[in-house]
């Protein structure tokens, strides 16, 4: 590379160094092009280092990746480094999904490439593998979001230049059968025939807990977690305020007992106030009826409610009630459902919810039938003027 003499308006060699420059633009693994410049003695070096015709290999080794680790061995790694920072829930759930990658633990991580994960697929999706997984399996959605993060986990500890190896044909391929469309507006008068079979199954047993425990989540618009993590001091009556701040962490796995949590699902929790009609009127029965005058307001044995044991009885109310219903967050959906049909306001929904966004709250803001009907009757009255002589 000559240099300018500005006295004499001529390019003079350098007097040390070498004496030619040349770049060129190579492709980085994670895309993109990167600018590369190179310093050689004579000009013919420099034009194979720019045509890039001596220089490939020597470039090659630079970004070849060192490591040799195998996908069990980085598995081990995350459970250690990255695992534990997560919440116990999250973790437990996390680790039972890692039985699904044995077809990866013995590849190098490094040839995990968009061709293996298709194979992955294929291996999870067998009719022979299926058959031994759970009936209700519609996707390896959850799977598949846990490869992504352990993956990540590895590009961003351990080799930089990894390019991750998921397209977007993968999402599609996940799919194992259609998901059932389940619906969650529960009317009223729904409500009311799903609380009438429920007490026929609860009452004068053991679960009666569970009936008024199914009236409370209703009442107070939350999550059956949040309902059955309520406590007696939660009612403050003379101030007519309820919280609503903690959930029940079902731990669905041997050896973890169930426990008791600050904080509802996805925040702080919420405070109702005035305390709702319905919720105070079964927290005056069921005190009544159960004695309970401090600690947990629903429980069996003096233990927390299982989320089995409320899941069956709620479904088999549903079932006797004959609604095409299931599950339990139902009763969230169906009270604030029927809170947005009454105000039609989505703030004051969203304070009843107890939710930070919004667009969560959207989903409750449902159209039925008979509004769309009732829209069109009082559009039908406005404009009749406009073709009546």
């Given at each position: ?108 991580v490094d040839e995990i490439e968009p061709t293996q994960i ?272």
């Amino acid at each position: 590379m000559q240099n300018l003499d500005e006295k004499t308006g001529r390019w003079v060699e350098p007097s040390r160094g070498k004496k030619f420059r040349a770049r060129r633009y190579i492709k980085r693994i994670g895309g993109g092009l990167k600018e590369v410049k190179r310093f050689f003695e004579t000009i013919a070096e420099a034009k194979a280092f720019r045509n890039g015709t001596s220089v490939e290999k020597e470039l090659a080794k630079t970004i070849r990746p060192t490591s040799r680790m195998t996908f069990g061995e980085l598995v081990e790694h995350w459970k250690k480094d990255w695992l534990p920072n997560k919440d116990l829930s999250t973790q437990i759930r996390y680790t039972s999904y890692l039985k699904h990658f044995a077809f990866l633990m013995n590849m190098a991580v490094d040839e995990i490439e968009p061709t293996q994960i298709d194979k992955w697929i294929a291996h999870v999706k067998r009719p022979e593998y299926l058959n031994a997984c759970h009936s209700t399996r519609c996707s390896y959605d959850h799977e598949f979001s846990v490869l992504r993060v352990i993956l990540n986990f590895y590009s961003s500890r351990f080799n930089r230049n990894y390019r991750l190896p998921f397209i977007k044909d993968h999402q599609e391929m996940l799919k194992v059968k259609n998901k059932p469309t389940i619906k969650k507006d529960l009317t009223v008068d729904q409500l009311k025939a799903f609380i009438a079979s429920l007490r026929k199954i609860c009452w004068g047993t053991k679960w009666e807990a569970i009936y008024y425990l199914a009236l409370m989540q209703y009442g107070v618009y939350s999550r059956v977690q949040e309902a059955a993590a309520l406590s007696y001091e939660d009612f403050d009556l003379a101030r007519n305020v309820v919280q609503v701040n903690k959930k029940v962490q079902w731990l669905r796995a041997r050896g973890f007992e169930n426990r008791i949590m600050p904080g509802a699902k996805t925040n702080g929790g919420k405070v109702l106030t005035p305390i709702p009609e319905l919720a105070l009127q079964i927290f005056k029965e069921w005190v009544m009826r159960s004695g309970i005058r401090s600690g947990l307001l629903f429980q069996l044995d003096g233990k927390i409610i299982t989320y089995r044991q409320i899941e069956k009885r709620y479904t088999d109310a549903l079932k006797a009630a004959g609604l095409p219903f299931r599950a339990t967050h139902i009763l969230r959906h169906a009270a604030l459902t029927e809170a947005y049909e009454s105000c039609k306001d989505l703030l004051t929904v969203q304070k009843l919810a107890g939710q930070r966004d919004l667009r969560s709250t959207t989903r409750y803001a449902k159209v039925r039938d008979q509004q769309v009907a009732e829209t069109q009757r009082k559009m039908d009255e406005k404009l009749v003027s406009v073709w009546r002589k």
